[in-house]
């Protein structure tokens, strides 16, 4: 069966750490890959998305994610955090039968 | 403007009632889905609806029912309310079951006592 697994359920960083989320899923067939954000509260919101082409992909507030294929992986990462970054962050997997799979979160909080 | 809105947003109730939950999108979008996020924040889909045609109905039990009257809305309906249905649950829409993002409405947080 297709799963998407997040490796950390809580990462706790200082303000102007460097932060990477892990995200692995199982699914032999092609893929669409996503990161979801979603504020304390809130609903969610996409963060980035991948397709095709560069591996590596830019999203919004300075998130990026890169696509390795042969590690199923799709890690998220951002150079510097902010405490408004602190959030629940879900990575997700599309199949071609079009079902969205979602990772069980990983929350991260930012210590101003 | 809203794009994806649910209505209501919190629902507190006895178990054994029936209640629904709306939801409406103004994005023009095809497909519609429900979602159910449970105390542990995992997010787990059980229905997608494309032009008010059931596309993926994972194993929910029958007594959750979706209704999509029109592409534009998805109601939820769930009869004998249990306590373990207690959750967040999300509606979302996306243009074709392979199109883009997903948009996900503001969830309704359903309590069951």
């Known amino acids: 069966a297709q799963s998407v697994s997040q490796h950390n359920h809580h990462v706790i960083l200082s303000e102007a750490a460097s932060l990477e989320l892990g995200c692995n899923y199982s699914?032999?067939?092609?893929?669409?890959l996503f990161w979801y954000v979603q504020y304390p509260g809130q609903h969610l919101q996409l963060l980035l998305k991948y397709f095709s082409g560069d591996p590596l992909v830019k999203g919004i507030k300075g998130f990026e994610a890169e696509f390795i294929k042969s590690k199923f992986s799709f890690n998220l990462r951002k150079p510097s955090v902010q405490w408004s970054d602190t959030a629940e962050y879900f990575c997700?997997?599309?199949?071609?039968?079009?079902?969205?799979?979602f990772g069980q979160g990983t929350e991260l909080s930012v210590k101003p | 403007d809203t794009a994806v809105s649910q209505t209501p947003k919190y629902l507190v109730t006895q178990m054994g009632n029936d209640k629904s939950i709306k939801c409406e999108q103004n994005l023009g979008h095809d497909t519609m889905y429900w979602y159910k996020q449970d105390s542990k924040k995992f997010l787990k889909i059980m229905f997608s609806?494309?032009?008010?045609?059931?596309?993926i109905n994972e194993t929910v039990p029958n007594r959750f029912s979706p209704k999509s009257p029109d592409k534009a809305h998805l109601n939820l309906h769930i009869n004998s309310l249990e306590l373990g249905d207690s959750a967040v649950y999300f509606c979302a829409s996306s243009q074709g079951m392979a199109g883009d993002e997903q948009f996900f409405g503001p969830g309704t947080r359903l309590t069951v006592l």
């Open positions: 699914y032999g067939g092609t893929v669409n």
């Open positions: 609806y494309n032009n008010k045609e059931l596309i």
């Open positions: 997700a997997v599309r199949t071609q039968g079009g079902k969205l799979i």
